[in-house]
């Protein structure tokens, strides 16, 4: 079964930073691209960010380039999102998400942004 654990949410404020983390299991992580997406409250789904399961490449949303930084590690099988100068904008529930699309995601993480 596949699980997908995301943790590292909070309450920060503006200017700050917060990292996202993702346990998966049940798969191969290894042989994977993973993504994050975001769902602020009342709004659908918005990709946030991808990494290749090779060679470690990664594409961002426009929303959040410069600020954000996806990795992760195959030896652990655990995705990170690191996020900076966080705005009240970015204020989103944050899920993992094996391969492109929101189909197979975790519960979710509460990134709450605000003075």
């Known amino acids: 079964e596949v699980q997908l654990v995301e943790s590292g949410g909070g309450l920060v404020q503006p200017g700050g930073s917060l990292r996202l983390s993702c346990a998966a299991s049940?798969?191969?992580?290894?042989?994977?691209?993973m993504s994050w997406f975001r769902q602020a409250p009342g709004k659908g789904f918005e990709w946030v960010s991808t990494?290749?399961?090779?060679?470690?490449?990664?594409n961002y949303a426009d929303s959040v380039k410069g600020r954000f930084t996806i990795s992760r590690d195959n030896a652990n099988n655990t995705l990170y999102l690191q996020l900076r100068s966080l705005k009240t904008e970015d204020t989103a529930m944050y899920y993992c998400a094996k391969g492109a699309a929101t189909t197979v995601r975790g519960q979710g993480t509460q990134v709450t942004v605000s003075s």
């Open positions: 049940g798969f191969i992580f290894s042989s994977w691209p």
């Open positions: 990494i290749s399961s090779r060679d470690g490449s990664s």
